[in-house]
């Protein structure tokens, strides 16, 4: 963009500024005027509305101090001093001004008498206001809003019986409120809709619902009806009753479309004087501009010339003889012209020097093939021709090129060394990769392995629950990696015999599920010979510890039930106490002695017994679920496990109680890793049929 348009883009710029600050400001003038209008309005609108409201309280306050010098008001609840009372009330509102209503209440808010006619008739004053005047010779005062269209001013004056309250309606005395003021006014309700006022049905179609809680002054423009196109001034404020309550907002209506037009006309007219004074001096600015320029312009158009060779140019006669910036630059201009024959001469052996870092480029890239393997090479040497060919010298075209080149040749040279190391590191790591890929394929075999692993342990366990009608079973077991530690069992031994078994294998993984696989093998033939648990345990204890190389244990608690009667014989060599659940209420199994199995041979293992009643119910685990963690290392529990069956055991089928043990752990540990194996086996007594 040429120097002349960019200065009067710039001034262009600062006249809009200066207009756009101009307006703001004035702007901002006009609306702190009119914010301390609007305060104005707001103020007289209060004080007019005050006014008027204290000279109606003052008149209630007036007819009640009559009323009470009655001497009936002593003696209210005389049936014949009543009947006085509510003629006495009635002559009073005939005679006083329209829309007077007077209540007598007793102190605890009930009607003793009123003027209203309906049928059922509510106390004007709320029972607390009814209180305060009467215990606390209090006088109340207040706004109310007894129906839709209906606001009171309402008084209240306690006397030793009750009290006093005396109402008058708003709406008649509005007029006088709008004679004073000017314009229209009305009440809104709490939804800033049209309650009460004067020219109803104006007000009802024209003005929008009003803020209730905040004082408000706006100008509104109507879009239809009657005052089409008029601009309406909006005055709102709430107005409170006695308890400081806002029961709604005083609205004061005034047709301001004359102010409005001439206050809109005059601010158009008062930015066109501004824009047109505007462009009136950006235009002068311009002209200036563009004589002071000229000079400029034909000392760039020669400089042009000579960037492009014409060493002829010539500048107009006078232009270095200007003793201002244009004369400098012209006289700079001719300086430049002459340097410019100068500049020739050296230029020739520049280029020389250049053809010679261009040689020195070239012997590098050589060096750089030689790494290369022989095709690329022939390929490269071919690209840079014989050692022999020198660059051409360039036509002279007057333009001075910088000399960079033997930088270059620098920067070549070290990708030399950087090829060759490159190369070096990619065989390298081809190696890598070949050992990456061995490593990963053995894994995915020993994944396979796993798995098949995994699905042969879960294979051995039972499938199905035993088809027995004296007993309800079910279990569920979730191993912490491929293949668990934890195995479970039930069979019969025989007709009247059943054995359930939980056990947990010392450790994790691999070794854990064969050592699992062994005591389950052992304690199944042991149980069809021995019958009762003890002989069973004490003779797998000792099988187990006679090979055991590896050091490992597994701790089991195996019961055998009969099923004629329920007695339960059993015994815990070292693991967790079963739950007994019975009448909605679990407990655990005491604590056992024994210890667990294959940690020394020739043990007598303690054989306790237990009544089942019908419906009883047992719950076996493994320590997977009490010692379950959650984020912050805390433990499941023992406790937390009898709160999950105390909390829906009751609810649930015997085959549900198992998911609902694992959901209860999962839902504590909230997403942390599963630490160990965990299995719940879950058993009910049903009894002999009948």
Not at 73 to 84: E, H, I, S
Not at 266 to 277: M, V
Not at 333 to 361: F, G, P, S, W
Request: charged residues 20%; proline residues 4%.
């Amino acid at each position: 963009m040429q120097l002349k348009r960019r200065i009067l883009l710039i001034l262009l710029l600062a006249m809009a500024l200066l207009v756009g600050a101009l307006t703001l400001t004035g702007w901002l003038g006009e609306q702190r005027w009119q914010q301390r209008y609007n305060d104005a309005l707001l103020q007289n609108q209060r004080i007019a509305w005050d006014k008027l409201q204290s000279e109606q309280l003052e008149n209630l306050e007036a007819v009640a101090r009559r009323l009470l010098e009655n001497p009936d008001f002593q003696n209210v609840r005389d049936p014949q001093a009543t009947m006085r009372i509510e003629a006495l009330l009635a002559r009073t509102v005939r005679e006083a001004s329209p829309g007077m209503r007077i209540d007598v209440l007793s102190p605890r808010g009930s009607l003793l008498a009123t003027t209203e006619t309906s049928l059922d008739p509510q106390p004007m004053a709320e029972i607390g206001w009814i209180q305060r005047a009467h215990s606390m010779d209090e006088e109340v005062q207040s706004l109310i809003q007894l129906a839709p269209q209906r606001y009171e001013w309402v008084k209240i004056i306690g006397f030793d019986h009750g009290a006093i309250a005396i109402g008058q309606d708003v709406a008649p005395h509005l007029s006088a409120l709008s004679d004073y003021l000017g314009g229209r006014i009305f009440l809104s309700n709490m939804r800033g809709a049209y309650a009460i006022g004067t020219d109803a049905g104006v007000l009802k179609n024209l003005v929008p619902d009003v803020p209730v809680r905040t004082p408000r002054a706006q100008i509104d423009t109507v879009g239809e009806g009657e005052l089409q196109g008029h601009a309406l001034q909006i005055i709102s404020q709430p107005v409170r009753n006695f308890d400081q309550r806002v029961v709604g907002a005083l609205v004061w209506v005034q047709d301001v479309t004359a102010s409005h037009r001439s206050d809109r006309l005059f601010n158009a007219l008062s930015l066109a004087a501004a824009l047109c004074f505007a462009a009136m001096l950006v235009l002068a600015i311009a002209l200036y501009v563009h004589h002071a320029m000229e000079p400029l312009k034909r000392s760039v158009n020669v400089l042009k010339a000579l960037s492009n060779g014409r060493i002829d140019a010539a500048l107009d006669d006078g232009d270095e003889d200007s003793e201002d910036e244009a004369g400098a630059i012209a006289r700079g201009v001719v300086a430049i012209r002459t340097e410019l024959l100068n500049l020739d001469t050296l230029r020739q052996e520049r280029v020389r020097t250049r053809v010679q870092q261009e040689r020195l480029i070239r012997d590098q890239l050589r060096t750089l093939a030689d790494s290369l393997d022989p095709t690329s090479r022939e390929e490269i040497l071919s690209a840079l021709g014989s050692r022999n060919e020198s660059p051409a010298l360039p036509a002279s075209s007057g333009v001075d090129t910088p000399n960079q080149l033997a930088d270059l040749a620098g920067i070549l040279g070290r990708m030399s060394g950087l090829v060759s190391t490159q190369q070096n590191r990619l065989l390298k790591l081809l190696r890598e990769l070949q050992a990456a890929m061995q490593t990963q394929a053995l894994f995915a075999s020993l994944q396979q392995e796993l798995e098949i692993a995994r699905q042969m342990q879960l294979s051995i366990l039972p499938r199905t629950a035993p088809s027995i009608s004296e007993v309800e079973i079910a279990a569920r077991m979730i191993p912490a990696k491929e293949v668990g530690g934890d195995f479970y069992d039930y069979f019969s031994i025989d007709d009247e015999h059943l054995a359930v078994i939980v056990a947990d294998v010392s450790g994790k993984g691999v070794p854990a599920a064969f050592f699992m696989a062994i005591s389950r093998t052992l304690l199944k033939s042991n149980a069809m010979h021995y019958k009762t648990p003890g002989k069973t345990i004490s003779a797998l204890n000792d099988q187990l510890c006679a090979e055991n190389d590896q050091m490992m244990f597994v701790t089991v608690f195996y019961g055998v039930l009969h099923l004629p009667t329920g007695r339960f014989s059993y015994v815990n060599a070292g693991h967790n106490p079963p739950v007994r659940v019975r009448s909605g209420q679990a407990e655990y199994f005491p604590s056992g002695q024994n210890m667990a199995l294959a940690v020394l041979e020739e043990q007598d293992y303690e054989e306790s017994e237990v009544q089942l009643a019908v419906g009883e119910s047992l719950v076996l685990y493994t320590d997977g679920v009490t010692e379950a963690t959650n984020n912050a290392g805390a433990l499941f529990g023992e406790p937390a496990l009898l709160d999950a069956l105390h909390a829906r055991t009751a609810d649930l089928s015997t085959a549900q109680v198992p998911e609902h043990l694992v959901q209860a752990v999962r839902s504590f540990e909230a997403g942390a890793a599963q630490a160990d194996d965990i299995t719940v086996v879950a058993l009910t007594y049903r009894g002999v049929a009948p």
